[in-house]
Structure formats: C-alpha cells, structure tokens
C-alpha cells in the first residue's frame, strides 16, 4: 500500500491551521457565524495556497452538525464523509477536464435537487477552463441559484473568467505564503512527521517552493526521501558572478554542469531570469522579495555589485532568447550566446556593451596602461591535467588597496596607496580605517526597507571625530534618513564591534571631496570662465580629410576589428 504524501496528511481540517492567508480565513468564518454566507465564490490565486482546501473546509462548516465559532468539529458524520469525499453534499468538478456545456447541463440539474445537509456545495476548480458555451449555462443558475447550493469557483488566472461571472461572486484572493510563516511551518512539519534534516535543506526547500505551501511541502519530501540533505542544485549566483566578473567562462561552464544534472536550457534560462528578478526587487522594493532573510541579505549583496542597469538589460536579453527558443533545434546554443553576450562585452552589439568597452578603454588609457598584457597560459586542474573550463577567462584579482593621505602630502590632493588594514580578530573592534568598507559591503546590503531604499543612495565619507560621515543629494533625503539613524547606528555598531554614530550631510551640487587626516572638507569648485570674443575672419577652414568620422574613431578604439554592413 503507498504511503499518504506529506501535502495530503498534513492538509487543514479547520480554518484555524490554514497558514497565510487571515484575511480569506477571517471573511469566511464571519460569515458562517453570522449566517450570512454567500451563493457563489471565486477564489483565485497562484498554485498550492489553499484555495481548494479553504473550499472543502467552507463545505464541511455550513453542513457540520456542531459547528463552533465558525469552525467544523471535524468529528460528525458529515465532516468525516466530506473529508472521505463521499458526501452527498459536496460535489467537486475539475472544470480542466469537463469544460464543456454538457458537463455544465448535468451539474444544472442536480443542483435543483434536494440534499441531506442544509447546503449542497459545488466546488469547480479551474474554472477559467470552462468554455463559452459552459459558462453560459452556468452564468444562469449564478443569477438565480437554489437556496440551498453554494457554488465554490477556484482558479489560478482570474483574469480569464469572463466579467458577467465574476460580478455575481464573492472574489477572495489568496496570496504566496511569506518566508518566515513558511519556513516556521515546515520546521514544524519536518518535527512532528520525524523528518531530520538540515538548515541547508530547509532553505533549499523553501527556495525551490517559492512561497506555495504544496510545492514547499512536496520538496521537503523529496529531501526526506533523499536522507534529510538537500539535492544537488544548479548555482544561481555563478551566472551573476559571471555577469559582474566578465567572466563568460565561468557562466558556460554552469550550464555545462546543468545540462550534465538532466536540467533543460529552457528551464535553466527562466531560472536566471527568476533570480535576476529577486536582484532588482532586492534594490527597487525589499518588500517584496519572497526569500528567507538569510538569502535576501545574500541577493541583496549581489544586486549591489551588479547593478539595475546590468540586471535589467539581462533580464531582456535572456527573455528575448525564451520567445526564440520556442523553434530552435538547439535551445543550449541560444542560452550559451545569450551567456557570452552578456559577459563579453566584445562579443555584443547593442549600445549597452559599446559604452562599456569604450569606458574601460578610457580608464586604460587614464592609467597609462598602454603596454599589452602577455597571453596567460591555461590553468589546468592538478588533480586530472586537463585544462579548466574557462581559466583563461578568469580574471585574477586585484589586490585590495585603500587609499589615505600620508602626513607628508597634507594639501595635496594626491592620495598615497597605502596596504589594506590587517582584519579583525573574532570579537574585535574594527579601526577607523576599516569603517567605511565595513559600512559599504556589510551594514548597507543588509539594510531593510525604507532604510536600505533612502542610505543605497547616499555617498559614504570617511571618519571624523569619531563619526561616519554619510552625505545626501539634498536636505529632504538628509531629514528622512535621520528617522532611521538609531537603525543604521545599531546594525553598525554590531557588524563593527564597537558604537560608532552617523553625521548626516548634505551633498551639495558643485563640491568635490579631499581627505586630510579623515576629515571631510568639502570645496567649492572654480567658477567657469566666460569664452574670450572670437574673429570671425581669423577661421580657417579645416581640411576634408582632419575629420574623423564616429565609425573611424571606433576602428581606431579597437584595432583589428572590421566594420560590418547589416543592411549588405
């Protein structure tokens, strides 16, 4: 005989264990208190929220035999045979599978007829599958229904049921179950089934749920059967990595690891596109980011590094290659492209990936690096002496610098490289030197709210007399920062080990910034000077051949390139 699975044994009886979802819970139970329930509901929402369960627990009420606030004893014989799916007076219709008129007739009839309980209860699910045809019979007996029948219409896209329908329901919306309520729940659940498993599994769990309480819960099985530890899954945060590095090796050799996994490309690429998608709500609106605060503070982090502009032109690119793959034989092809594209600026056309090659040939040039690097040779693996996917593409990092001004240069405005600060010990305060790092990729990523929304904008000084100096656009965002001061002021004083306040300025238009001994000083830049009259007959014409076109100063930006004619 098959073992029950966990989503069916561990199913609400009352409204009372429905998680998440108070305000479907709190309209229906007040109903049923005051008798006033309705003729017919719509409920909606995304998969495995209850909207199915809620139906069944409404049935079971308005024919329990000792009801209690609201509740069903769940102890009667009407209770036990709705639970058994033997009532008489429930009956539930899969509308995906019996969409047609004929169905609708059927279901017409019985309703007219009679019923042991007080109420006959039709739950449709899928309703919006329902073909014209099928909801104009039913979109009669809506308007004039028997007084005793209830009817239940449960669907996951609202939008598809026609308006004549929904104007004569009851529209309850059940929403995605937030992360803390989820994650207690499975906690619970794993406890109370003997479930041993890890944190690491809980989290992935969660992740591969995404706010479905049945989705959730058939993972956790999964794990269970698994031996408590989470299964292998495709690291997301790679192909961000890959994007903010550059690094189109790193990216192909992640799909590589997919395809090898049994992950399908199409899967795959609306997996990268879902996680961007947490990148940009990470910086835009934290609110709304469905993950665990462990993750968030992760996704947060990377979103920073990354930032909107990239995340955003990803997402586009990506989604451009779903619509394509729809007819491609080789939808990996499609997504390895995408893949380079966006990690190899040379290898893109757009506007985007221009201007990112000519500003870092500018900051080359800037620096005086004019002497071209030598070919690195391929690193290989020591453990088997092949070549590593992607090596040469990996970019060594830069060592980490911090620049101060010596007390030897006092009015310079030169700052000296200096070697980064030794890192604290477990439980040691950080130096003032540190402070500003610490704030930058530690204290602001894990902001929250309002307060991480109103500091990402704010440019991070240095120390002064004791303080962290944080400067403002303008004195309106200064004031609003300073309600979220002893937040701030707390999360930094934790991740620094010691207390450190906050001086709010504002940044002002037309000021540049110099540092003298960590003090801030902010100085007013040089007023422009009015052009000089110019004669007219001292100009000269320049010669045809002095001017240089916009196409031949980008063959001179990258030599050896060639100049294709898409319109040829």
Same mark, same amino acid.
């Given at each position: 005989?098959a073992?029950q ?10 409204f009372s ?11 229906l139970? =007040? ?8 003729q017919?509901?719509?409920?909606s ?7 199915? +369960?809620s139906?069944?627990?409404?049935a079971?009420?308005? =024919?329990?035999?000792?009801p ?16 058994r799916?033997?009532s008489?007076?429930v009956?539930e219709?899969d ?9 609708? !007739? ?7 007829l ?10 449709l699910?899928e $309703?919006?599958?329902l ?5 104009a019979?039913?979109l009669?007996t809506?308007?004039?229904p028997?007084p ?10 609202? #939008? ?5 329908i929904?104007?004569?329901t009851q529209?309850? &919306?059940?929403?995605?179950l937030?992360?803390?309520?989820l ?13 041993d498993v ?8 969660l992740? #591969?749920?995404?706010?479905?309480a049945?989705?959730t ?8 059967a698994?031996?408590g ?9 790679e192909?961000?990595?890959a994007f903010i ?16 996994q049994g992950?399908?490309a ?31 503070a992760?996704?947060s982090?990377?979103a920073v590094?990354?930032?909107a502009?990239?995340i955003? !032109? ?10 394509e793959? !729809? ?7 499609l997504?390895?492209?995408?893949l ?8 893109g056309?757009?506007?985007h ?18 002497a ?12 088997t002496?092949r ?7 990996r970019?060594?990092p830069a060592p980490?610098?911090? +620049? ?6 006092a009015?310079?405005?030169k ?11 477990e439980g040691a305060?950080?130096?003032d030197?540190?402070?500003v ?26 120390m002064?007399?004791?303080s ?10 200064r ?9 701030v002021?707390r999360a ?5 080990g010691?207390?450190?306040p906050?001086?709010?300025? $504002?940044d #002002?238009?037309?000021?540049t910034?110099s540092?003298d001994d960590?003090v ?8 422009? &000077?009015a052009?000089? /009259?110019?004669?007219?007959? /001292?100009?000269?014409?320049v010669?045809p051949?002095?001017?240089v076109s ?5 063959t ?8 294709i004619?898409?319109?040829?």
């Amino acid at each position: 005989m098959a073992t029950q699975s966990l989503y069916r044994r561990y199913r609400p009886r009352r409204f009372s264990e429905v998680r998440g979802q108070e305000h479907v819970v709190r309209a229906l139970r =007040n109903a049923v208190i005051n008798q006033r329930e309705g003729q017919a509901y719509l409920f909606s929402g995304p998969r495995g929220t209850g909207k199915t +369960t809620s139906a069944r627990i409404l049935a079971k009420v308005l =024919n329990c035999e000792r009801p209690v606030d609201g509740e069903p004893c769940c102890e009667c014989e009407s209770c036990l045979s709705v639970e058994r799916g033997t009532s008489y007076d429930v009956h539930e219709l899969d509308a995906a599978s019996n969409n047609g008129v004929d169905a609708m !007739r059927d279901l017409i009839e019985k309703a007219s007829l009679g019923t042991p309980g007080r109420h006959k209860v039709y739950i449709l699910d899928e $309703v919006h599958m329902l073909s014209k045809a099928a909801e104009a019979a039913l979109l009669k007996t809506l308007e004039e229904p028997p007084p005793h029948v209830v009817f239940v219409l449960a669907t996951t896209d609202p #939008q598809k049921v026609s308006e004549t329908i929904r104007s004569r329901t009851q529209h309850l &919306q059940f929403h995605l179950l937030p992360m803390d309520v989820l994650e207690e729940h499975i906690r619970w659940l794993a406890a109370d089934a003997g479930i041993d498993v890890t944190d690491a599994a809980v989290q992935s769990v969660l992740r #591969q749920g995404g706010g479905s309480a049945r989705d959730t819960i058939s993972a956790l099985e999964l794990v269970a059967a698994s031996g408590g530890e989470a299964p292998e899954a495709t690291p997301l945060d790679e192909f961000v990595e890959a994007f903010i590095e550059h690094d189109p090796g790193r990216a192909l050799a992640v799909v590589a690891h997919a395809m090898a996994q049994g992950r399908d490309a199409r899967t795959l690429t609306e997996d990268i596109i879902r996680h961007l998608r947490d990148c940009f709500l990470a910086l835009m609106a934290p609110e709304l980011v469905q993950l665990s605060a462990q993750r968030e503070a992760e996704v947060s982090a990377q979103a920073v590094r990354l930032g909107a502009a990239s995340i955003v !032109r990803a997402m586009e690119r990506l989604g451009e290659m779903l619509v394509e793959m !729809r007819h491609a034989p080789d939808q990996r092809l499609l997504l390895e492209v995408a893949l380079v594209q966006l990690t190899h600026d040379a290898s893109g056309a757009d506007l985007h990936s221009l201007m990112s090659r000519l500003e870092r040939l500018e900051q080359t040039v800037a620096s005086g690096a004019v002497a071209a690097a030598p070919a690195k040779a391929v690193p290989t693996d020591p453990t088997t002496g092949r070549a590593t996917i992607g090596g040469r593409a990996r970019r060594e990092p830069a060592p980490a610098v911090t +620049t101060s001004t010596h007390p030897s240069q006092a009015g310079s405005d030169k700052p000296a490289i200096v070697p980064p600060a030794a890192t604290t010990g477990e439980g040691a305060a950080a130096g003032d030197e540190e402070i500003v790092t610490l704030f930058e990729t530690k204290v602001r990523p894990a902001l929250r709210g309002m307060a991480k929304a109103i500091y990402m904008g704010a440019r991070v000084g240095t120390m002064s007399n004791g303080s962290l100096v944080i400067a403002f656009a303008g004195e309106p965002h200064r004031v609003r920062a300073e309600e979220y001061r002893q937040d701030v002021e707390r999360a930094l004083a934790a991740a620094a080990g010691r207390s450190i306040p906050l001086s709010l300025v $504002v940044d #002002q238009a037309g000021h540049t910034e110099s540092h003298d001994d960590n003090v801030v000083q902010l100085k007013r830049a040089e007023p422009v &000077q009015a052009d000089e /009259d110019i004669d007219t007959g /001292d100009l000269v014409d320049v010669p045809p051949d002095a001017i240089v076109s916009p196409i031949d100063r980008l063959t001179q930006a990258f030599p050896g390139s060639e100049i294709i004619d898409e319109r040829s």
